[in-house]
């Protein structure tokens, strides 16, 4: 009977945690394709409904502007009184300080999307920050991207919220979808990653994230992190990785600019690649075991190397820059730091940062490919 007892009183009390958990609120990203605006014959009362459509959709705002404490509730605030008493705060120094009206909250809504941190509200700025420092991503850059007309239809439904008649201009045919720009240097723009493999690949996830087996452990283990965080978390530490440290981990390890390289449908594959990751990926049977690379860039790839340091133009910094290496260290030299990384400490890095375990991972062959590639790098 008492083992009865303890059989009924536990299956009760998951129900009851599964009855809480559903009580939650969900916040769950718009994942429909991007509104298309057509730039003939939409009126104001268009444009507001676009701008709703927008801030609900595609700019991802209610991930963040809702009830749960990540900003202010802008939905469920009284906005008529709030854009004033924003305006007259003396923290406040952007572009519409000191004015009034319509006009002038048009301003500060634009200035807000554009330039995030001109003005944070109280208590809502990073950690650490005394709120000089606001978490929201500029909305007209990567990953969210909005355009001129689709921030103008924002700022027009914000208006609206508040009881105000929208001052923003109505679009006009000169107001086309302006297709990405190339790069500076003229190169084409990056192709779009369409899989979570792809996307973990192309920023060296798996160099510092136990993942898929990868064992690293600079960073958490990925394994099973749909059973611990839910979506908005998973997008948060990614676009905002200090915003909460694991524990056992220190902040400032993880690139903060991924918010900013990631393209929005990117970040939305990522995150759903993995919110799928098992608890535990199994290891791999011998003959699973992953080929040998054949080249020194195939190496580089395989073993994550620019996923923590500067090569060929990948600008991370968790490690030392090695472009240009083969003029600062011999190739003795560079095969011990990859063998042995802890045994000289590049200057203005810390020890333990790099896996000690390469010499153990890597074929004779690819690790004398990765020196040779490495040699031979520009500065």
């Given at each position: 009977m008492t083992f009865l007892r303890v059989i009924g009183f536990s299956v009760l009390l998951l129900l009851g945690y599964m009855g809480f958990a559903h009580m939650l609120p969900q916040v769950v990203p718009d994942t429909s394709e991007p509104v298309e605006v057509s730039t003939e014959g939409l009126d104001m009362d268009g444009m507001i409904a676009l701008g709703e459509s927008i801030f609900k959709g595609k700019g991802t705002c209610t991930l963040c502007h809702n009830g749960m404490g990540r900003?202010?509730?802008?939905?469920?605030?009284?906005?008529?009184?709030?854009?004033?008493?924003?305006?007259?705060?003396?923290?406040?120094?952007?572009?519409?300080?000191?004015?009034?009206?319509?006009?002038?909250?048009?301003?500060y809504i634009?200035?807000?999307?554009?330039?995030?941190?001109?003005?944070?509200?109280?208590?809502?700025?990073?950690?650490?920050?005394?709120?000089?420092?606001?978490?929201?991503?500029?909305?007209?850059?990567?990953?969210?991207?909005?355009?001129?007309?689709?921030?103008?239809?924002?700022?027009?439904?914000?208006?609206?919220?508040?009881g105000l008649d929208p001052t923003v201009p109505l679009p006009s045919a000169d107001d086309a979808p302006v297709a990405e720009e190339p790069a500076a240097d003229g190169a084409e723009p990056a192709p779009l990653l369409t899989s979570g493999e792809a996307i973990i690949d192309e920023y060296?996830?798996?160099?510092?994230?136990?993942?898929?087996?990868?064992?690293?452990?600079?960073?958490?283990?990925?394994?099973?992190?749909?059973?611990?965080?839910?979506?908005?978390?998973?997008?948060?530490?990614?676009?905002?990785?200090?915003?909460?440290?694991?524990?056992?981990?220190?902040?400032?390890?993880?690139?903060?600019?991924?918010?900013?390289?990631?393209?929005?449908?990117?970040l939305l594959v990522l995150t759903d690649y993995l919110l799928a990751l098992p608890d535990a990926a199994p290891a791999a049977a011998d003959d699973d075991e992953e080929p040998l690379a054949t080249t020194g860039l195939e190496s580089i790839d395989k073993f994550g190397c620019a996923g923590c340091h500067d090569l060929d133009g990948s600008e991370a910094d968790i490690g030392p820059k090695?472009?240009?290496?083969?003029?600062?260290?011999?190739?003795?030299?560079?095969?011990?730091?990859?063998?042995?990384?802890?045994?000289?400490?590049?200057?203005?890095?810390?020890?333990?940062?790099?896996?000690?375990?390469?010499?153990?991972?890597?074929?004779?062959?690819?690790?004398?490919?990765?020196?040779?590639y490495l040699m031979n790098l520009p500065e």
């Open positions: 900003a202010p509730d802008t939905l469920e605030m009284d906005m008529a009184a709030t854009y004033p008493s924003r305006l007259a705060d003396p923290r406040y120094k952007g572009v519409a300080a000191g004015k009034e009206g319509a006009k002038a909250i048009e301003d634009l200035e807000s999307m554009k330039d995030p941190s001109t003005f944070v509200v109280e208590g809502f700025g990073k950690k650490g920050t005394n709120d000089t420092e606001s978490p929201m991503p500029t909305v007209d850059k990567a990953p969210i991207e909005l355009t001129v007309v689709e921030m103008n239809a924002v700022t027009a439904f914000l208006q609206d919220l508040a060296g996830c798996a160099s510092c994230h136990d993942l898929g087996g990868s064992g690293a452990d600079i960073g958490p283990s990925l394994n099973g992190i749909g059973n611990r965080m839910d979506r908005a978390t998973v997008i948060e530490a990614i676009i905002d990785p200090n915003a909460v440290i694991a524990k056992g981990y220190d902040a400032d390890f993880m690139p903060d600019d991924f918010g900013e390289a990631l393209r929005g449908s990117e090695l472009n240009g290496i083969g003029t600062r260290m011999s190739a003795d030299e560079v095969k011990a730091a990859i063998i042995d990384p802890n045994a000289t400490i590049a200057e203005g890095f810390e020890a333990e940062m790099m896996p000690d375990d390469f010499a153990d991972q890597m074929d004779d062959s690819e690790l004398s490919l990765i020196v040779d």
